[in-house]
């Protein structure tokens, strides 16, 4: 049943926007079979903004159904050429309402306007441009064998693929699982967060204005145990890619394996090591440890929670990273100086606000912070732990807010034993003006992104993913059409029967 109820939600500038709320299922706004609507809540001020459908497994079903009929009989018979024009066309769209999207990405997940303009849009933006541009260059090999042989491999699509993304990076991670998706030749079918649904479903209106095809893009909004757990036990996805916490990545590779041992992409948690040498610049590796902590309230998979400081520089870089930690502009997003908004749920805030008494009670230092900020939103102060060690659990757990805990090193090889002591292996980041060092280190560092001098910076042309309990696969640049088209082997023989 085709969904009527297209949303007017008011901004705190006064401006109204429209989304509309229904399921995105063969390019129309439907409601769900059951009727079902959730709540999506403001964190700046702990307000209801709207209701959205809710997505069960019988409409997984229905989507996924779309999902296939649409492979077969259209987008498998649409040219790499035509698949790369629709997909900038997209981007276009996107940049032509860049300020409504950073608007509705800001009042749903509560990050600074102007940091998701200039940061998550800009970047989305970005991925598909690059993505379209590999749409009609995706290539096999040809291989020499025996003089009357003609062998060559070509990469197909899956069909239709399942995405899961997460609430931190909403229209961030849409981009980076739509634009190869899509650019590889297969259909998707995409579950957003319960807690941010609303920019995914912007951007789903823009995909039907675009020219997509009916049921090439499926946009679902629902809840992990039902929605989501449909998508990693269906018969019918030879193929599924997830961005979110370990134990849901560990559920979804058990489902998959118990299902149709469909192929799974994992992007999962971390508990990234930012270590900072004596003859670092401590002035800029205090701005770029800030960054790596505290940019979107710190909930970021790739967070520098764990500060490393070699102990001759220790009490310097303290001094200066909690004088401008002192300094950041917590509160509405909407206001130009703010740098860090809200949690982006009352449960987020409360798992975060646990971590921080777990910490004090097991014998860290709270320098300052761990309280909250103001009387209305999920906001917390940034905060600094400091006198920790490996075993406590603000230095092992992924908090996945601003929550900093630093300490001390002395040598190479300590800081590295160190920076090993969890089970993750996301990313990493070392400041040295020894460029052999850092080379040396960042070779021994078990971590899929290593950041030399900077920290937390993204490109969608460079592999991305973890080591460990981080996850499986990568996304970004061209490893991410090997993680959307499967390899076939063709072997021609040109000559008789030989035996």
């Known amino acids: 049943m085709s969904s009527n109820n297209e949303q007017s939600i008011t901004l705190p500038t006064g401006k109204t926007i429209k989304v509309n709320t229904g399921l995105f299922i063969n390019n129309e706004f439907v409601d769900s079979i059951d009727g079902k609507r959730f709540e999506t809540i403001n964190p700046a001020t702990e307000k209801v903004i709207t209701t959205v459908a809710e997505a069960l497994s019988n409409d997984v079903d229905k989507a996924i159904d779309v999902a296939t009929e649409t492979y077969v009989k259209v987008w498998s018979k649409v040219s790499g050429y035509d698949r790369g024009r629709l997909i900038n066309k997209l981007a276009d769209l996107m940049e032509r309402d860049i300020d409504e999207l950073a608007a509705i990405e800001s009042l749903d997940n ?11 849009i800009q970047l989305s933006i970005k991925t598909y441009r690059y993505y379209a541009g590999f749409a009609d260059k995706i290539n096999g090999e040809l291989f020499q064998t025996e003089s009357d042989k003609f062998d060559f491999t070509q990469r197909e699509p899956y069909g239709v693929i399942g995405a899961i993304i997460p609430w931190n990076f909403p229209i961030m991670m849409q ?22 649904p609303l920019s995914a479903l912007k951007v789903a209106a823009l995909i039907k204005e675009a020219g997509f095809p009916k049921g090439v893009v499926n946009i679902l909004s629902g809840y992990g145990p039902t929605a989501g757990a449909a998508m990693a036990s269906h018969m019918k996805l030879r193929k599924i890619t997830f961005t979110g916490s370990v134990p849901v990545g560990k559920s979804i590779l058990k489902a998959s394996a118990e299902s149709n041992l469909k192929k799974v992409t994992l992007e999962l948690g971390g508990k990234s090591p930012n270590i900072i040498f004596a003859d670092s610049d401590i002035d800029e590796a205090v701005k770029w440890a800030h960054m790596g902590i505290y940019f979107s309230s710190g909930q970021v998979c790739v967070a520098g929670s764990r500060i490393y400081v070699q102990d001759s520089v220790y009490d310097e870089f303290l001094e200066k990273f909690k004088k401008r930690t002192e300094g950041t502009k917590v509160g509405d997003p909407f206001k130009e100086d703010t740098f860090q908004g809200p949690q982006v749920s009352q449960i987020q805030y409360d798992k ?14 709270l320098l300052i912070g761990g309280e909250r900020e103001g009387e209305e939103g999920y906001y917390i102060k940034p905060t600094i732990f400091t006198d920790t060690n490996e075993k406590m659990s603000i230095m092992q757990e992924e908090i996945f807010g601003p929550v900093a805990a630093i300490s001390k090193f002395s040598t190479v090889e300590e800081v590295i034993e160190k920076a090993h002591l969890t089970r993750y292996g996301l990313a990493a980041a070392v400041f040295t003006k020894d460029i052999t060092r850092a080379l040396k280190i960042s070779k021994e560092l078990n971590a899929g992104t290593v950041w030399v001098n900077c920290y937390g910076l993204y490109e969608p042309n460079v592999p991305f993913g973890g080591y460990r309990e981080s996850g ?8 991410s059409l090997n993680e959307y088209t499967q390899v076939k082997s063709v072997q021609v023989h040109l000559g008789k029967f030989m035996f």
């Open 352 to 365: 975060i606000m646990s971590f921080i008494e777990a910490g004090k009670k097991e014998g860290a230092t």
């Open 472 to 479: 499986i696969g990568r996304e970004g640049g061209e490893s």
């Open 110 to 120: 509560g990050k600074p306007f102007l940091l998701t303009k200039a940061v998550d």
């Open 175 to 196: 981009a980076m699982k739509l634009a190869p998706i899509l650019a590889c030749g297969n259909t998707v079918v995409l579950k957003t967060s319960e807690f941010t």
